[in-house]
């Protein structure tokens, strides 16, 4: 590249200008706290409010929108949706937007990923008051930081197993595993009944969803307070152990996500640890094909189900007090019963409402697999936790450490390194 | 004789294996397009499924919007293309037939540009965009390409080749530059043009990353964002729609090149073969 | 990396200077536009991805930068992962480039030898490089499948076992650059195609005059007429070999155990999941600086050869 001196210096400082024009246009946007200001303060006089989501919040959002601008003229909600594909690249639209000064009032985001929010672009908190009166408040421990409700829960889901019936009572199988002990018991009948691998826990996608779940519900924290890993101990070892189990004995194929649901849906499969999310789909796929069900997610022996929450939600981003009110009653008319009702029945998730929840109990296909969801009475946890920006790559370690799991590698070595690295990271 | 009939029964064979290699992934895709949802995945191996669903389509059509989506695209690829042309024959043809200094040194920053991925600049040239109000616009999918670096490179390796007695005549004849290029130079570099037209299609109406990131109003949605409906990871992939919707957004494309294979063809030997 | 098709273009363009002096306006007019453009949406961005290296660069709201010196270089050398994406890219270009390359130009001698229906084999087998590659990922997902999919019933019929094609970390790889392949020998064998339609005739009735056919007149005859576009096809191979990002995005995403993750994908994972922008650029610098030593490199070689 033989560019001349002057032209060299001409292009330096042609970058220098550019380079303090986006810092300066982006340093604007300031995130400081607002006072919680009420709707009844504010003048909807040429408010806009912004609301970026997921394909999945597009019946929510262009529902509310007109209930919305009808009660406040004068307020414009504007709709940007995403065609991302996931909540990771949900979450990448969302911080290039705030980068390019286009900060949302309202965004929809993934449950693992409330903490990077919360640390890293100060949401406003949600007021439970601004939700309606039958909005489920147990659902309100999953969107709360430090004591504060950031988030509001909208399609929620825990993990579930999902049964291949046939298979399992073609081997003389007859009780659903609720432990992970009788899990891998019932797999070693199955798989003496058909030879191949009967049972798949996520690899990657969510890997790291059923291993918080397995870690809490042995009675351990997933994330220690001072932000380190929670299962770097015995107990955690134990708790993680059914990976290593299940290798050991050819019990689990080391494939993807992906592959596995295809091997649900296609009959190979026996349990497969996944979302209700899928049971639509499943239902479709399958229509009569085998008998299947969805039930409890095996919890590790001796322990208690505290499974976290995956699934989406709301968070206000609004820099302005009374933006921020009106941003967060939005959302209480996103969670409108019938909206509930509506996206549980399509994508089986479970109710945040306790009105959409009776209905629900009311359909006939509340006891079908597709119901699990609806009948779900738990309390779910929050899901992640890993402080400040750390979440992405700590996810990764996560999904290297189950990879590494299911190849069969010790479990006591392998957490080891993985926490070590988790730690280096979460640093 | 008879040796030559044998040759020709085994290139026939290599031919059909070769042929099936390449499209069996694509035969599969259209069988799981107008598959039913029972045997849209793993039926077997057999090509054509046990059940049909031409609602796929009807899927495809309806919830990604893909009318509007293939307009779009439509338009963002043809004026993307029509203003790569604007810039990059006159250019070419200056790279490929005129002399003046500091050329060669501008030619190697269009090779340069050719090696920058487009991965490493699509935020400052997004932050850019966005600083300037352009983003969520139609001119912000179409005005970062306004000049290919792969285009330049092509063209002038095809111009170089056009006889200079062409030019000088026309020179002769009291054109000025306009006319040169319309009347001589476009005609002499016709294939090369239909090659580069057709990559540059082929690439942004496929193109996903750019279009992510400043397209979202849905009224600005291009075909491979229109896809992502039915790519939601966590209620499962729709694979019949999917497969419809892939199927509809790339027959425009092989028509294309059904019509442009003549030219085309022609086109990037006749820059390379000397004589 | 180019220097070699460029000499021709440079011999040609001599004799004009000698007819025509004083292009030097009209050379820069129409040379403008077209940089212009260049320069405002490649190189402008470029650099300053080059100039993000040496920067904490923080995304959040406020998007400070924070002087970093040479740390987001140090950070990059030393990961790892970085390191394994950066030699999973050398094997990915090994396994793809030369491949595509001789399948390519095999694929279109065959093509080339058909009379009647030439048109016909020449669009089937250009199809493979205009499908979607996300609906593709989800065929070839099929056809990898470790139970049921195709690659392995094939396999299992001539009695090996199943090959976890993309779920094990050896073998993912080379089934992600097969399809590579798959997608790069289709457009290598539409443009040696070309190279070959327009061989002129009388070179092939001089051959057949002088009894040359066959693997003779292939090595001595077509494939040094067919040189100057091979030249062409390499670099575009070379290209599309090392910036290879869709194919893994949509089938492996770097999976598993980061045994397919290549320097772009790995640009992006820091860039836009790690929200590392510093450390993104850095790599993607590094990618640039290896790709220009290279090109510098094959020119130098060239020219040694051919001088």
């Known amino acids: 590249m033989s560019f001349t001196r002057r032209r060299r210096r001409a292009a330096v400082s042609v970058i220098a200008a550019l380079t303090l024009g986006l810092v300066a246009a982006c340093g604007g946007g300031s995130s400081e706290t607002a006072t919680a200001a009420s709707t009844a303060d504010c003048s909807p006089d040429g408010v806009r409010l912004t609301v970026t989501y997921a394909p ?68 406003q908190p949600i007021d439970p008051a601004a939700l309606k009166p039958t909005y489920d408040q147990r659902f309100l421990e999953v969107g709360s930081v430090r004591d504060e409700v950031y988030f509001a ?3 929620v889901s825990v993990p579930v197993l999902y049964t291949n019936l046939d298979l399992t009572t073609g081997a003389g199988v007859t009780e659903l595993p609720t432990t992970t002990g009788e899990l891998v018991e019932s797999a070693r009948r199955v798989k003496g009944g058909s030879g191949s691998a009967p049972v798949q826990i996520p690899r990657d996608q969510i890997a790291d969803w059923p291993v918080q779940a397995f870690v809490q519900s042995a009675g351990l924290a997933y994330v220690e307070a001072d932000g380190g890993p929670g299962f770097d101990s015995p107990e955690g070892v134990r708790a993680l152990g059914i990976y290593e189990q299940l290798a050991a004995d050819g019990l689990i194929d080391p494939i993807s996500f992906a592959d596995a649901i295809t091997a649900f849906n296609t009959g190979r499969l026996a349990y497969f640890i996944s979302t209700p999310a899928l049971a639509a789909q499943a239902q479709e796929t399958i229509g009569g094909a085998f008998e299947w069900t969805v039930s409890d997610f095996p919890v590790p022996d001796g322990g208690d189900p505290r499974l976290p929450a995956g699934g989406n939600g709301w968070i206000v981003l609004s820099d302005d007090a009374c933006r921020a009110a009106y941003s967060a009653e939005l959302i209480g008319e996103m969670l409108s019963p019938e909206i509930i009702v509506e996206s549980s029945k399509k994508f089986s998730y479970i109710p945040v409402d306790r009105e959409a929840a009776e209905a629900l109990a009311a359909d006939p296909a509340v006891s079908s697999p597709m119901g699990y969801a609806w009948r779900y009475e738990g309390t779910p946890t929050r899901f992640g936790g890993w402080p400040g920006d750390s979440t992405p790559r700590v996810n990764v370690f996560v999904e290297d450490m189950v990879q590494r799991l299911t190849r069969g590698e010790p479990t006591q070595q392998v957490v080891a390194d993985m926490s070590a690295r988790i730690r280096s990271a979460v640093r | 004789m008879k040796a030559d009939y044998y040759w020709r029964i085994v290139r026939a064979g290599c031919v059909a294996v070769v042929v099936m290699i390449a499209v069996f992934p694509l035969v599969w895709m259209v069988r799981t397009s107008v598959a039913g949802a029972d045997s849209v995945i793993l039926d077997g191996l057999s090509p054509i499924p046990s059940s049909f669903d031409l609602g796929n389509f009807e899927r495809a059509w309806m919830l990604a919007g893909l009318g509007t989506a293939m307009f779009n695209g439509a338009v963002v690829c043809i004026a993307i293309l029509a203003i790569q042309l604007l810039t990059c024959v006159p250019a070419a043809y200056a790279f490929a037939k005129l ?30 965009i966005s600083a300037v109000g352009l983003s969520d616009t139609l001119v912000a999918l179409i005005i970062p390409f306004a000049s290919s670096a792969f285009g330049l490179f092509l063209l002038r390796q095809h111009m170089s080749t056009i006889p200079d007695v062409l030019l000088e005549a026309a020179r002769v004849d009291g054109l000025r530059t306009p006319s040169i290029l319309w009347r001589v130079v476009v005609p002499a570099s016709g294939p090369a043009i239909a090659t580069f037209a057709v990559l540059s299609i082929f690439v942004h109406w496929n193109d996903y990353l750019w279009p992510l990131m400043v397209a979202r109003d849905p009224a600005l949605r291009t075909p491979p964002l229109a896809l992502a409906v039915f790519q939601q990871a966590e209620i499962g992939l729709d694979f019949g729609a999917l497969a419809a919707g892939a199927v509809i957004i790339t027959a425009p494309i092989v028509v294309l090149f059904l019509i442009a294979q003549r030219r085309f063809v022609a086109g990037i030997a006749g820059g390379e073969i000397p004589g | 990396m180019s220097a070699p098709t ?46 993000a290296t040496m920067f904490e660069i923080d995304l959040s709201g406020r998007t400070e930068w924070e002087w970093a010196g040479l740390d987001n270089v140090r950070a990059v050398m030393t990961d790892p992962a970085v390191l394994q994406s950066l030699a999973n890219t050398l094997i990915y270009s090994v396994l793809t480039i030369v491949p595509s390359l001789v399948i390519g130009l095999a694929l279109a001698l065959l093509a080339n030898s058909l009379g009647r229906g030439r048109p016909l084999v020449r669009t089937l087998l250009f199809l493979p490089f205009t499908a979607n590659l996300v609906a593709m990922a989800v065929v070839f997902r099929f056809i990898f499948d470790l139970r049921g999919g195709l690659a392995n019933t094939v396999l299992g019929l001539a009695g090996v076992g199943p090959i976890n094609f993309l779920g094990d970390t050896a073998t993912a790889l080379p089934t992600v650059a097969a ?83 290549t320097v772009l994908t790995m640009v992006w994972r820091l860039g836009f999941t790690y929200y590392d922008l510093g450390q993104g650029a850095a790599l993607s610098t590094m990618l640039l600086i290896l790709l220009i030593a290279v090109g510098i490199l094959r020119r130098r070689s060239f020219s040694g050869e051919s001088r």
């Open chain 3, 179 to 261: 399809v590579g392949v798959w997608r790069c020998a289709a457009l290598a064998m539409i443009l040696f195609l070309a190279g070959l339609t327009s061989i002129p005739t009388a070179v092939h009735e001089a051959a057949a005059a002088d009894g040359i056919s066959g693997w003779v007149k292939l090595r001595w005859v077509v494939l040094p007429l067919l040189k100057p576009i091979t030249i062409f096809v390499t670099v575009l191979m070379i290209l599309q070999s090392v910036q290879v990002f869709d194919t893994i995005n949509v089938m492996t995403q770097g999976g598993p155990l980061g045994s397919t993750e």
């Open chain 1, 153 to 155: 829960p909208f399609q």
């Open chain 3, 6 to 51: 460029l000499r021709p273009t440079a011999r040609a363009a001599e004799s004009t200077r000698a007819r025509f002096s004083g292009d030097a306006w009209l050379g820069a007019v129409l040379v403008t536009p077209a940089m212009l453009a260049l320069v405002l949406f490649v190189v402008t961005p470029g650099l300053l991805a080059f100039v």
């Open chain 2, 99 to 128: 002399r003046f200094r500091g050329r060669d040194a501008v030619f190697m920053v269009v090779v340069a540009c050719l090696l920058i991925p487009t991965q490493a600049t699509a935020l400052p040239l997004f932050l850019g």
């Open chain 1, 56 to 123: 999945y919040g597009e019946v929510a959002a262009g529902l509310a929108k007109p209930i919305f601008e009808s009660r406040y003229p004068g307020l414009t909600v504007d709709l940007r949706p995403t065609s991302t594909v996931g909540y990771d690249d949900l979450t990448q639209q969302i911080v290039t937007d705030i980068a390019g000064g286009a900060r949302p009032d309202v965004a929809m985001i993934g449950t693992g990923q409330l903490q990077f929010w919360v640390d890293r672009y100060g949401p």
